[in-house]
């Protein structure tokens, strides 16, 4: 999978990319994730990607040409499956989009800042609008790295068994299961007896019980999807 984001701030993004998980996903080749300057596609004298918003209004707005420009550079070189915009007011980001995407070939992600994207951006280049949730954040740069790491951890030979993404909370609308591991008691803290007992189809019994029971207490409007 390649991953092209476009941001006014690509140092915000960079560190993410360097650790852990989706580090490992880019050394392994499994993804490519390439960060685009909006400033350098403007040829304004001070690097103007934003300005402000006709009809008057506090808040300034990104505007299209610079856009427009990295876009249709990024098209010129290959298809993308989908041009996604990170906003406040997208569909929010749920397991099922993060699966759906995890399939995809090429997406270019653009990050808002400021109020957000002129209007034709929206209507013209973008495909899919997202939201990572019911609050705004000072620009999509935060939110685009939660749905890629949601995308890449996802991505077969990403993870190994021993994560497999396939027991996930929400992946089949329920939460994961308790866990433990060692020591199997301290302080007087025990763990489960079932867990310790070897008998595996009564472990897997048990924790089909624990996630519905988990499911059903924190989060009974799953279990009605
Ligand atoms: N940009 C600002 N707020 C956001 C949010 N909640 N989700 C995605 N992008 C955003």
Sequence with gaps: ?????????????????????????????????????????????????????????????????????????????????????????????????????????NLII????????????????ITKEISIGDYVLSGGELGALILCDAIIRLIPGVLGNETSALTDSFQDNLLAPPIYTRPAEYNGWKVPDVLTSGNFPKIETWREEQAYQRTKERRPDLLEE
Excluded: W
């Excluded at 653009?110 to 280049?125: A, E, I, P, S, T």
């Design 110 to 125: 653009l990050c808002g800042h400021y109020k957000g994207v002129d209007q034709r951006v929206r209507d013209h280049f």
């Design 1 to 105: 999978m390649r991953i092209d984001i476009i941001t006014v701030v690509p140092d915000i993004l960079k560190s993410p990319f360097q650790a852990s998980i989706m580090k490992r996903s880019i050394d392994k080749g499994l993804v490519e994730v390439n960060l685009h300057n909006l400033r350098d596609y403007t040829d304004t004298n001070y690097k103007q990607v934003d300005d402000y918003q006709f009809g008057g209004g506090a808040g300034m707005v990104m505007m299209i040409e610079p856009i427009d420009k990295c876009i249709s550079k990024l098209k010129s070189e290959r298809d993308y499956d989908e041009i996604i915009y990170m906003t406040p007011d997208g569909n929010t980001l749920n397991q099922s989009i993060a699966n759906q995407l995890s399939l995809k070939g």
